[in-house]
C-alpha cells in the first residue's frame, strides 16, 4: 500500500493531520435504564456546525481523564498502555475523526454499579451511547 491507501497510523509520512486544533467535552449520556456514563467528546477545533464525522469510541474501566500534580508521575504513567488513549484520540482528530471516551459503568465518573456480566453493560451502555 501507497500513496493516499496508506493509513495514517502505518509510518509513513505521506499524510499529515489536516484539522486544525481541538475541542473537548466532558457530558453525561443518560442509558435507557437512567444510568449517566461518563464520557469525553473529541472533536476538531475547526468542526462547522451540522457537520459529520466518522467517530471512534473506547471505553474503559480505567479512568478516561487523569490529571497529576507531579511532572514525575506524569512521565511514569504515560509508558502505562490505557492512559495514552488521550493522546490517540487528539492524534484522531487531526485526521478528521471525533472520538468518544467512555468510561464503563460503575468506573471512573461514570454512575452504576459493576457487574459480573460487564460485557452485556458495555455492549448496552456504548450502543447507547453512539445512539446519543
Do not use: H
Not at 33 to 53: H, K, M
Not at 83 to 100: I, P, R
Request: proline residues 4%; hydrophobic residues 40%; glycine residues 10%.
Amino acid at each position: 500500500m501507497s500513496g493516499a491507501d496508506t493509513a495514517w497510523w502505518a509510518g509513513t509520512e505521506q499524510r499529515r493531520p489536516t484539522r486544525v486544533g481541538i475541542r473537548r467535552s466532558s457530558v453525561y449520556v443518560k442509558t435507557q435504564d437512567g444510568t449517566r456514563i461518563a464520557i469525553d467528546l473529541f472533536v476538531p477545533g475547526d468542526l462547522r456546525p451540522g457537520e459529520q464525522l466518522p467517530t471512534l469510541m473506547t471505553q474503559t474501566p480505567y479512568l478516561r481523564a487523569v490529571e497529576f500534580r507531579a511532572n514525575a508521575f506524569r512521565k511514569i504513567a504515560s509508558k502505562m498502555a490505557f492512559l495514552g488513549t488521550e493522546q490517540f484520540a487528539e492524534k484522531c482528530v487531526g485526521f478528521g475523526y471525533a472520538f468518544v471516551l467512555m468510561d464503563l459503568r460503575g468506573s471512573g465518573a461514570s454512575f452504576g454499579q459493576k457487574r459480573a456480566e460487564v460485557f452485556r453493560d458495555a455492549a448496552a451502555d456504548g450502543s447507547d451511547v453512539i445512539d446519543w
